[in-house]
């Protein structure tokens, strides 16, 4: 196996989020390079683009902190309802971050005629649910500690990320 002279200098820090599109553009360009992140930001990047970044490797996320032990986006809704609970007419909170998959994930509730309105913010989507804003959202859960100070509970798993270094693989 080769070792790799890498140096501090050599090694740059982003968000999660910005680190596809960093690649992708340091690739583009013919930088070799690689990145870290979590496959929920990857994931969503390719649903969003016409990326041909591959996923390298894998790196199973366990933390025991963490209810799934990973970052899961979830459904959330108000802890003392059900799905059925709700009118025919939902509206639901999606962090901007997670706009893809979440859409991906709302196609088969549209095919089974529910009324959706998606309604986009840039984080804290767990508050729109409480503030009535929203009937449900659609964000990442760690620990669960915004779910208890929001009164909202989990009512499906969207996706579950691990992390993953990706490149273009060449």
Not at 38 to 65: M, Q
Not at 137 to 164: A, H, P, R
Request: one cysteine or more; a positive charge.
């Amino acid at each position: 196996m080769e070792k790799l002279n890498i140096s501090k200098k050599d090694i740059l820090l982003f968000r999660g989020e910005d680190i596809p599109k960093l690649v992708d553009k340091f690739t583009q360009e013919g930088t070799n390079v690689i990145g870290i992140t979590g496959n929920d930001l990857f994931t969503e990047y390719c649903l969003r683009t016409s990326s041909k970044l591959k996923v390298l490797k894998k790196i199973e996320w366990n933390n025991e902190a963490y209810l799934f032990k990973k970052p899961t986006l979830c459904l959330l809704g108000p802890e003392n309802k059900t799905l059925n609970d709700l009118s025919k007419r939902i509206r639901i909170g999606i962090n901007r971050k997670y706009t893809c998959i979440s859409e991906e994930y709302l196609k088969q509730w549209k095919k089974e005629g529910q009324k959706i309105q998606c309604r986009y913010f840039s984080g804290e989507t767990e508050q729109t649910v409480k503030q009535g804003l929203t009937d449900l959202c659609i964000e990442i859960v760690c620990t669960g500690s915004s779910l208890q100070k929001n009164g909202l509970q989990i009512y499906d798993k969207v996706f579950e990320s691990d992390l993953v270094i990706v490149g273009d693989g060449k």
